[in-house]
T-cell receptor, first 111, second 113 residues
Framework: GESVGLHLPTLSVQEGDNSIINCAYSNSASDYFIWYKQESGKGPQFIIDIRSNMDKRQGQRVTVLLNKTVKHLSLQIAATQPGDSAVYFCAESSGTDKLIFGTGTRLQVFP | KAGVTQTPRYLIKTRGQQVTLSCSPISGHRSVSWYQQTPGQGLQFLFEYFSETQRNKGNFPGRFSGRQFSNSRSEMNVSTLELGDSALYLC????????????FGPGTRLTVT
């Protein structure tokens, strides 16, 4: 498949462990945030989103935490599986402005 | 419901040529955004169309252009191709304005030789 990024920060976790992927965003006015997962050879896939009036949102095996004070976003994946191996991007927007994507983190899951 | 489709999936062009890429959004989605993805620069926003009007534009030269049709399908065009235009071009659609969750297509891999 295509290489999404050759020099991305990488997080390596063992299957079954929890993963935490972090993202620092730049615009204090951003009020909408999304996490995407991109597998090799595919387009980014929506995972979960959160608006700035919330601190935490949970999905299936995933939780997004938002800390507006330090402009930090994290994605927690419970019981990480081999199928979770991918590049994860956070994205931010302000109002109806366009989404701005972070550089991405590569998650590697080993047995 | 069918996802976002992009054609062609792979394309090889030579410097100086022009190229047109096509994107069909999810049925009912009115917003289409285009992104360029390269290993060195990550995901870079190109432009966004909503109801046939360009609503936002990224920092790309005028060689990059796009349009949206009344059925929400979109095309982007790159003229006078340069080696540095080699990238994965991604299209994303959303129901309303692009700040809503976007659904991406598989991309078109463009190689310029």
């Amino acid at each position: 498949g295509e290489s999404v990024g050759l020099h991305l920060p990488t997080l390596s976790v063992q299957e079954g462990d929890n993963s935490i992927i972090n993202c620092a965003y730049s615009n204090s006015a951003s009020d909408y945030f999304i996490w995407y997962k991109q597998e090799s050879g595919k387009g980014p896939q929506f995972i979960i989103d959160i608006r700035s009036n919330m601190d935490k949102r949970q999905g299936q095996r995933v939780t997004v935490l938002l800390n507006k004070t330090v402009k930090h976003l994290s994605l927690q994946i419970a019981a990480t599986q081999p199928g979770d191996s991918a590049v994860y991007f956070c994205a931010e927007s302000s109002g109806t402005d366009k989404l701005i994507f972070g550089t991405g983190t590569r998650l590697q899951v080993f047995p | 419901k069918a996802g976002v489709t992009q054609t062609p999936r792979y394309l090889i062009k030579t410097r100086g040529q022009q190229v047109t890429l096509s994107c069909s959004p999810i049925s009912g989605h009115r917003s289409v955004s285009w992104y360029q993805q390269t290993p060195g620069q990550g995901l870079q926003f190109l432009f966004e169309y909503f109801s046939e009007t360009q609503r936002n534009k990224g920092n790309f030269p005028g060689r990059f252009s796009g349009r949206q049709f009344s059925n929400s399908r979109s095309e982007m065009n790159v003229s006078t191709l340069e080696l540095g235009d080699s990238a994965l071009y991604l299209c994303a659609s959303s129901p309303g304005l692009a700040a809503d969750e976007q659904y991406f297509g598989p991309g078109t891999r463009l190689t310029v030789t």
